[in-house]
Nanobody, 119 residues
């Protein structure tokens, strides 16, 4: 029973902050590197941050220093604290394993959560 449920998106002005949460199923959370992906118009989903089961973190340059990914074992949650948001951060944010979880040879994705940064 694979589950990936993203929440916490919304509208914020440039320079503001948002905290996204991803509720993952137990099997995924306990054994997999987890990541946040972002999809913007005219582009494919891009991994922007990931965290291993040992809490080793990686960020793409565009978010490094502004975003923080974390894992909460008590809640099977993967969170993304986003600070100093820019208009370029606008997009739909998804969580998933690295690489994306496969079911019947197809990638499984949740619905994502929309983040809109504008003045």
């Amino acid at each position: 029973q694979v589950q990936l449920v993203e929440s916490g998106g919304g509208w914020v002005q440039p320079g503001g902050s948002l905290r996204l949460s991803c509720a993952a199923s137990d099997d995924i959370f306990r054994t997999s590197t987890m990541a946040w992906y972002r999809q913007v118009p005219l582009k494919a989903r891009e991994m922007i941050a990931r965290i291993t089961t040992g809490t080793i973190r990686y960020y793409v340059d565009s978010v490094k220093g502004r975003f923080t990914i974390s894992r909460d074992a008590a809640k099977n949650s993967v969170d993304l604290q986003m600070n100093n948001l820019k208009t370029e951060d606008t997009g739909v944010y998804f969580c998933n394993t690295v690489p994306a979880i496969m079911i019947a040879s197809r990638e499984y994705w949740g619905s994502g959560t929309q983040v809109t940064v504008s003045s």
